[in-house]
């Protein structure tokens, strides 16, 4: 998409089709689930009979060995980010490099992930909407969240649950001797390829074939490259059955993946469009700012930042660490928010209208009111209402669904998505008959692909 408002359009008619199709089933308002009847009730997703559906299958599978089948059920939003080559060019003249422009372009867009870490913590704390758990998601565990009663979990000043301790964190990746090195590409592609070379001893007493069923692609620190749950990856489009580090190589950087995005609780597409505006304004300020390479003491700092916005982020009292020192949330905000002033009155140029001034300042309220914080609202609903976390969640999902079936689907867009259906199942069916080998063959022709490089 091209813009806010088409990527929005796009979003809504998906959501539309989606319903017409999938009968009593609903969509989950929420990041984190609720009311799971233990692990056995979670299914792994199934991706047909072929090699390639097999090993996705078999990598989920990998995952719940290694994480439980709980965490395959946290959801966030992916928000992909890049910029189009006629902007690459104008920019490259500007700085007066005369690189390669692909390798213009990857230098960039690492120097974005660097400076998109540094800032992150900033995310979970404006968007953040998962500050409380239903009691069935921690599946009797023991847990320093505080019960705030009807089987309802939380932390007073929580903002992102999902982004903390209890999800899928640096920290537990750190565990297995996994941090990936963002200092350009080759550093990350580097370190993607050791990791899904180097064996987990933990890992390794799972079993790979046990008993002749998969328990998992491998025993390696990662069984594929999509396995490492960073906030922030840089992507590029791979062929058919191509590895992601191969696809970087080859065409280096092509859009950033940024992954702490809650689901937003209280938007039927789980996103606003203010969201939108306010992500890219701060997707193009995080390329403008200066930049340096993160040391380890910065990537440890980074990693803490994310975690305590995530536990507390609005606690007034909160200070989060960077190279000069402590500072507290809010001035730091505050900073990040008047830097960013500039982007989004040039943004705001382009549209002939202030757009992206009206999403910064929607967000730098937050900034000063926490309580306009999605995570701070949905506590007070909770609080007010008087009930769980799951019942919040169950009622807001069924007003969506209310509301999505009461639109009406343009009938040329019916028709296009129809056709891409019975498209996407006939390809399925196609490569399942032209499977040739067996699928140990297959992995390990798939495999062979890092050996090569």
């Not at 660097?114 to 913590?121: C, D, E, F, P, S």
């Not at 023991?142 to 920290?171: C, H, V, W």
């Amino acid at each position: 998409m091209d813009s806010v408002a088409s990527a929005m359009h796009e979003l809504r008619l998906l959501h539309q089709y989606v319903y017409q199709n999938i009968g009593d089933e609903m969509l989950w308002a929420t990041s984190m689930p609720c009311l799971l009847s233990g692990e056995e009730s979670i299914p792994i997703a199934d991706y047909g009979k072929s090699n390639a559906g097999m090993m996705k299958t078999v990598y989920r599978r990998g995952l719940v060995w290694r994480y439980g089948k709980v965490m395959q059920a946290i959801a966030g939003v992916h928000f992909n980010f890049s910029l189009p080559q006629t902007f690459w060019k104008h920019y490259q003249k500007i700085e007066k490099n005369s690189e390669d422009l692909q390798t213009f372009i990857n230098a960039n867009y690492f120097s974005m992930l660097r400076n998109l870490q540094r800032v992150g913590w900033l995310i979970p704390y404006l968007f953040g909407a998962s500050p409380a758990v239903c009691e069935s998601f921690l599946n009797g565990h023991p847990t320093t969240l505080s019960y705030l009663g009807q089987g309802t979990y939380y932390e007073p000043f929580a903002t992102s649950l999902r982004m903390g301790d209890i999800g899928y964190t640096n920290k537990k990746e750190s565990g297995a001797g996994v941090k990936a090195c963002y200092d350009d590409l080759e550093s990350y592609t580097r370190f993607m390829k050791a990791a899904t070379e180097t064996v987990c001893p933990e890992y390794e007493r799972i079993g790979v074939k046990v008993d002749g069923e998969y328990r998992q692609l491998n025993a390696f620190q990662l069984q594929i490259e999509n396995e490492y749950y960073s906030s922030v990856r840089p992507k590029s489009v791979p062929a058919y059955l191509q590895k992601p580090t191969h696809a970087l190589q080859q065409n280096g950087v092509q859009y950033i993946e940024l992954r702490s995005l809650d689901v937003n609780a209280f938007e039927p597409l789980g996103v606003s469009e203010n969201q939108l505006y306010f992500m890219e304004a701060l997707m193009l300020y995080v390329l403008l700012r200066p930049d340096s390479l993160i040391s380890c003491s910065e990537s440890n700092d980074i990693d803490d930042n994310l975690s305590l916005v995530a536990h507390c982020g609005r606690d007034p009292d909160l200070r989060l660490r960077r190279t000069d020192g402590l500072i507290r949330l809010r001035d730091w905000a505050d900073e990040i928010l008047a830097d960013m002033q500039g982007v989004c009155e040039l943004l705001d140029a382009t549209m002939h209208a202030p757009v992206y001034s009206l999403a910064l300042a929607a967000q730098w309220e937050k900034v000063y009111q926490p309580e306009l914080t999605p995570s701070a609202k949905m506590m007070s609903i909770i609080q007010e209402n008087k009930e769980s976390f799951f019942e919040f969640s169950l009622r807001t999902s069924q007003q969506y669904k209310d509301w999505f079936c009461s639109q009406r689907m343009p009938v040329e867009k019916q028709i296009v998505l129809d056709n891409l259906a019975r498209k996407s199942q006939q390809e399925q069916t196609e490569i399942e008959a032209s499977d040739e080998i067996d699928f140990d063959t297959f992995l390990e022709k798939y495999f062979s692909q890092q050996k090569l490089s």
